[in-house]
């Protein structure tokens, strides 16, 4: 058990090369190199141009990271690195660097869990407690509502997408209405201009019917589809208004749900988390509807919603300064895993 373990976390599920150093719940770097622009003219991530921009992007990123943190690789008491979910490809990048590393300055390594980092990320810099919460996990590829009672060990999945993440469904969005990739910041800023009550685009999954299948679940092909047809039988549509109406309906149905899951476990605390907990109408919606429930809310700082090896590193502290089992060198990527796994 280490009590203020210096971590170095590698996070390369995506499209960003991303390291990150902890020491203890004190962050001390977050560098990452995006690729998105490489990703932009194909309006969504290409693997392969992900895998060998993390190739080309790893080792810079490290050093700016020990720059930054002002210490050398030789300080670093333990590893942590992304073994999934995401782009098996890009994983492997990550695996193997932080591997190649451990093995070379004879260190343990963390093999963590994409989907809990996010979460652990709200270690970072504060000392209040971290379990049990809800978590609400938003992002590209994930829209989940978690049951928080272990952060490092015992995470519950209370409902999921059962068909696109609602980032995802910002870039179809995106796309749709004629803006540029990534879709979320896009959308976001052109609702700023938008009435979100002007179209009444439906709720997915929130009628009582739903509630025994799908309780916690999310659905927002079917939002993004009634999008598509109201500009169709709409040609002048006001795209500030569509924008505007389209993130209201996805924010209103994250919160509702998310709200649920604290009432009827008890929890009194939610962590909005992942790259859509930047989105600004969340935030200030969230704000709004928890301060009313009686709900403490966090979010993480603007700069660790989207992925990060900060997120990476907080979680590989925790795991080290509880006394958990590192991982065994040679573990392997996994790219669908869902949260079967906290720890390889």
């Known amino acids: 058990m280490m009590s203020q373990p210096l971590v170095l976390g590698i996070e390369t599920s995506c499209d960003e090369t991303a390291v990150g150093i902890v020491r203890g719940r004190t962050l001390l770097a977050n560098v990452i190199s995006s690729s998105v622009e490489e990703h932009a003219r194909f309006g969504g991530v290409v693997p392969e141009i992900a895998s060998r ?17 002002k210490i050398s690789l030789a300080d670093i008491d333990a590893f942590a690195v992304t073994a999934g979910p995401g782009l098996i490809g890009a994983l492997i990048v990550g695996v193997s660097s932080a591997q190649g590393m451990a093995i070379a300055l004879d260190k343990p390594i963390y093999g963590v869990n994409h989907l809990s980092a996010h979460i652990a990320v709200d270690s970072l810099n504060s000392d209040h407690a971290l379990d049990p919460a809800i ?116 924010v209103d149905v994250l919160l509702r749900k998310s709200l649920a899951a604290c009432k009827e476990s008890g929890i009194e605390t939610l962590i909005i988390a992942g790259g859509v907990a930047a989105n600004s109408r969340l935030r200030e ?29 907080a979680l590989g502290s925790i795991a080290a300064s509880r006394g958990l089992p590192a991982s065994t060198l040679g573990f392997a990527a996994e790219s669908g895993i869902g949260l079967s796994k906290i720890l390889w």
Do not use: W
């Open 53 to 69: 921009a993390h190739i080309e992007a790893m080792t810079s990123v490290i050093s700016q990271a020990l720059v930054e943190a």
């Open 135 to 250: 978590a609400l996990l938003v992002s590209g590829g994930h829209s989940s509502i978690l049951q928080v009672n272990e952060i490092a060990s015992d995470v519950r999945v209370l409902g999921s997408t059962i068909d696109d993440a609602a980032g995802e469904a910002f870039d179809k969005v995106a796309r749709i209405l004629d803006l540029p990739f990534p879709g979320g910041p896009s959308i976001d800023r052109e609702a700023k201009a938008g009435n979100p009550l002007a179209i009444d685009f439906p709720r997915g999954l929130t009628h009582a019917s739903d509630k025994e299948k799908h309780h916690f679940d999310f659905s927002f092909s079917g939002l993004k589809t009634a999008v598509s047809r109201y500009i169709q039988m709409v040609p002048e549509y006001a795209r500030a208004d569509v924008a505007a109406s389209f993130q209201e309906a996805v």
């Open 285 to 313: 919606l969230s704000i709004q509807r928890c301060e009313a429930a009686g709900i403490e809310l966090r979010t993480p700082p603007m700069g660790l919603c989207t992925d990060n090896g900060a997120m990476v590193a």
